[in-house]
């Protein structure tokens, strides 16, 4: 079952591993935020100690910006075949010009855990998490949405299928590959939960 909080107008999912109560973070907040990202976990019971694995939907500073304090923090973080440095040198680009994050810390690309999407799917599964992550580049060419076996999806930016112009084939066929995982309950990053 996810767990989150809102904070920023951005969501932030976890899920509890089946084996302890160790978290997978999905989407790893603003940069230069993490104590109001710890204390925003304790609202929901949990502690930043708990989580042990993170990947973000896509690296934008909304959603990735904490991902170096997770690293130094001994968090694995993941990123897959569709999320290239070209992704994490753009979104640093982006926040290293504000002076609001000049104390960002980034992104150790050596200890980022870089793998194929299958290959994080087969791995989760050994450390209790039973979902799986699918990319979905109607967003953004690094996105990807996770799945989980209660039928929900955590879809990060993608529009709405009631938002999409009949012309856009990559978001419609993203939401194809979501209905036919048969999910039922969708979680955005901006927006309320709702249902398909």
């Not at 904490?66 to 982006?94: A, D, W």
């Not at 529009?159 to 039922?184: F, H, T, V, Y």
């Amino acid at each position: 079952m996810v767990k989150y909080f809102r904070y920023r107008n951005t969501n932030c999912y976890f899920l509890e591993s089946s084996i302890d109560n160790s978290l997978l973070a999905i989407d790893a907040g603003w940069p230069c935020t993490l104590y109001e990202y710890q204390r925003a976990l304790k609202t929901i019971g949990y502690s930043f100690k708990n989580i042990k694995w993170a990947i973000v939907t896509h690296f934008h500073m909304d959603h990735a910006g904490l991902i170096g304090e997770f690293i130094k923090e001994g968090i694995t973080c993941y990123s897959f075949e569709n999320q290239t440095l070209i992704n994490i040198t753009e979104m640093e680009r982006v926040i290293l010009k504000n002076k609001e994050y000049a104390a960002y810390q980034k992104i150790d690309i050596n200890k980022l855990k870089t793998m194929n999407i299958n290959g994080f799917n087969n791995e989760i599964k050994t450390l209790g998490i039973d979902g799986e992550a699918i990319i979905t580049k109607g967003h953004s060419p690094d996105s990807i949405t996770f799945l989980t076996k209660d039928h929900e999806a955590i879809i990060g930016d993608l529009a709405p299928i009631n938002q999409i112009m009949e012309n856009d084939k990559e978001s419609l066929e993203n939401w194809n590959s979501i209905k036919q995982k048969c999910a039922k309950t969708i979680y955005p990053s901006h927006a309320n939960i709702f249902e398909i």
